[in-house]
């Protein structure tokens, strides 16, 4: 399947998680500071993210209308709008994204470059089903985007870090069984042989075990080994120490590996 495919369905899968959520409220009005800032979320990956992606697939014109209907949900985080409004758009996004899988399967097909789509966020439904959590674990691989984009190195690496620890945690939060987790030879035991709990495994023992279970492949367990050494570095002492300074080069592969080991970890 093509980067523009995913993220089609990843924008339906959105869509489909925010009617849910909207569907749910007791109010006649979407009014909440929570439920407004989740809305305002699902809006902006469209913009910031899926809609680039598809834009160097189908063109300006294919997107038109669902750009309108992006703005107008927008435009109504900013008033008291009802929910059977919000509702209404949703269905019409539900409508126009299947109408363009079925009329625009060819160039959905056609490859594209990869420069243009590898830091598109995926979609995190499979280990999150809390919208506002999903809203958080966007907005941090973005965070990892603009930092590696800036030039931030330190920044770039200690947010890559957290985002994949936090992804690792939320597959196995999301397992009906973790007994497979704890009964891995790599998961971490104190000095009497009973398994730490999860708040104290590091990024290691879950990278560790996470390649145990056939999460993360070979190759990227032993460069995710890198990742942990280098996110040590947000400790200025750990640098002065080891006589090394992360470089902006160092952060891209850094996030090049990250990235790629996140989409193995959200694989079913």
């Given at each position: 399947?093509?980067?523009?495919?995913?993220?089609?369905?990843?924008?339906?899968?959105?869509?489909?998680?925010l009617?849910?959520?909207?569907?749910?409220?007791?109010?006649?009005?979407?009014?909440?500071?929570?439920?407004?800032?989740?809305?305002k979320?699902?809006?902006?990956?469209?913009?910031?993210?899926?809609?680039?992606?598809?834009?160097?697939?189908?063109?300006?014109?294919?997107?038109?209308?669902?750009?309108?209907?992006?703005?107008?949900?927008?435009?109504?985080?900013?008033?008291?709008?009802?929910?059977?409004?919000?509702?209404?758009?949703?269905?019409?996004?539900?409508?126009?994204?299947?109408?363009?899988?079925?009329?625009k399967?060819?160039?959905?097909?056609?490859?594209?470059?990869?420069?243009?789509?590898s830091?598109?966020?995926p979609?995190?439904?499979?280990?999150?089903?809390?919208?506002?959590?999903?809203?958080?674990?966007?907005?941090?691989?973005?965070?990892?985007?603009?930092?590696v984009?800036?030039?931030?190195?330190?920044?770039?690496?200690?947010?890559?870090g957290?985002?994949?620890?936090?992804?690792?945690?939320?597959?196995?939060?999301?397992?009906?069984?973790?007994?497979?987790?704890?009964?891995?030879?790599?998961?971490?035991?104190?000095?009497?042989?009973?398994?730490?709990?999860?708040?104290?495994?590091?990024?290691?023992?879950?990278?560790?075990?996470?390649?145990?279970?056939?999460?993360?492949?070979?190759?990227?367990?032993?460069?995710?080994?890198?990742?942990?050494?280098?996110?040590?570095?947000?400790?200025?002492?750990?640098?002065?120490?080891?006589?090394?300074?992360?470089?902006?080069?160092?952060?891209?592969?850094?996030?090049?590996?990250?990235?790629?080991?996140?989409?193995?970890?959200?694989?079913?």
């Amino acid at each position: 399947m093509t980067d523009s495919h995913e993220t089609l369905e990843a924008a339906l899968g959105e869509i489909g998680r925010l009617q849910k959520l909207v569907s749910k409220g007791r109010s006649r009005q979407v009014s909440s500071a929570g439920e407004i800032d989740v809305v305002k979320a699902h809006a902006q990956t469209w913009f910031r993210t899926r809609r680039p992606i598809l834009v160097a697939s189908l063109g300006e014109p294919s997107l038109q209308e669902v750009d309108e209907a992006f703005r107008e949900i927008l435009s109504a985080t900013h008033r008291a709008t009802s929910r059977t409004r919000y509702i209404a758009l949703l269905k019409l996004l539900r409508r126009l994204f299947s109408a363009l899988q079925a009329d625009k399967a060819i160039e959905l097909s056609s490859p594209i470059e990869p420069s243009n789509t590898s830091d598109a966020p995926p979609s995190f439904g499979a280990i999150a089903a809390d919208a506002e959590m999903q809203r958080i674990l966007i907005s941090r691989w973005e965070e990892c985007v603009a930092s590696v984009g800036y030039g931030l190195p330190i920044a770039a690496t200690v947010m890559l870090g957290g985002l994949l620890e936090a992804v690792l945690i939320a597959r196995i939060n999301k397992l009906p069984d973790q007994s497979t987790i704890f009964k891995a030879k790599a998961a971490p035991k104190d000095k009497a042989g009973t398994v730490l709990k999860l708040r104290e495994w590091t990024l290691n023992h879950y990278i560790d075990v996470a390649n145990e279970v056939g999460w993360i492949s070979d190759t990227y367990k032993d460069v995710g080994a890198v990742l942990r050494d280098y996110r040590n570095y947000i400790h200025p002492y750990k640098e002065y120490q080891h006589k090394k300074t992360l470089t902006p080069d160092d952060a891209k592969v850094l996030w090049e590996i990250g990235k790629t080991m996140m989409r193995q970890v959200l694989k079913p």
